[in-house]
């Protein structure tokens, strides 16, 4: 069992930068591939961002590529969302996710979410 609780979320304006943290609870966070999802209002949830268990391999929404970078840390079982150039199209809840797959930038794969982040970017 892996328990994800994110932190970070805020009001910040167009331009800005956030740093969104999840931490995870549970022996085996390090053989998870960690990722990122969003939902906006009336919106489905989307992809984000995600991880392999030892970070060697990133990869991103086409949406976020360049602004975005997502990291982890296995011995303080957290992963890390650095977002740079915050637009307000990137307003959403964000949700911390981790899945048994090697590759996971699908929401039906994922094996545990956190309760999300509430991230609100102004123009």
């Known amino acids: 069992q892996l328990q994800l609780v994110e932190s970070g979320g805020r009001l910040v304006q167009a331009g800005g930068s956030l740093r969104l943290s999840c931490a995870a609870s549970g022996p085996t966070f390090s053989s998870y591939t960690m990722g990122w999802f969003r939902q906006a209002p009336g919106k489905e949830r989307e992809f984000v961002a995600a991880?392999?268990?030892?970070?060697?391999?990133?990869y991103y929404a086409d949406s976020v590529k360049g602004r975005f970078t997502i990291s982890r840390d296995n011995a303080k079982t957290t992963v890390y969302l650095q977002m740079n150039s915050l637009k307000p199209e990137d307003t959403a809840v964000y949700y911390c996710a981790a899945s048994s797959h090697a590759y996971a930038s699908s929401q039906y794969v994922q094996d545990y979410w956190g309760q999300g982040t509430q991230v609100t970017v102004s123009s």
């Open positions: 991880i392999s268990w030892s970070g060697s391999r990133p």
